[in-house]
């Protein structure tokens, strides 16, 4: 009979062990769901922020070829492939 009792002791405590471990792992889950979600809008804001160089850096770059080129071929190709991709991006929208 002392036999029984002392698994079935054993047994409670491992249950405990294993409700605390379970509230401790969802603790844990959680906080790494939050950190992830915070990481995420960092990722999405500082990809946004890339884009917004880049069109940016692009921007620049045509300004400075129209303002600092002595070449009008040049300027009126690069005016023209702007055009076309205002054109393109015009039909998608379109579509």
Not at 12 to 39: G, M, P, S, T, W
Not at 69 to 84: R, Y
Request: include cysteine.
């Amino acid at each position: 009979m002392q036999d029984i009792s002392k698994i079935v002791d054993n047994l409670e405590v491992k249950i405990l062990n294993l409700v605390e471990r379970h509230d401790f792992l969802r603790a844990e889950n959680d906080l790494l769901r939050n950190q992830l979600l915070q990481v995420q809008h960092e990722l999405h804001v500082k990809t946004q922020q890339i884009r917004d160089n880049e069109q940016q850096l692009q921007s620049l770059r045509v300004a400075k070829t129209i303002q600092g080129s002595d070449h009008s071929k040049e300027t009126t190709q690069k005016i023209n492939a702007l055009v076309k991709e205002i054109d393109w991006c015009i039909a998608q929208l379109s579509d």
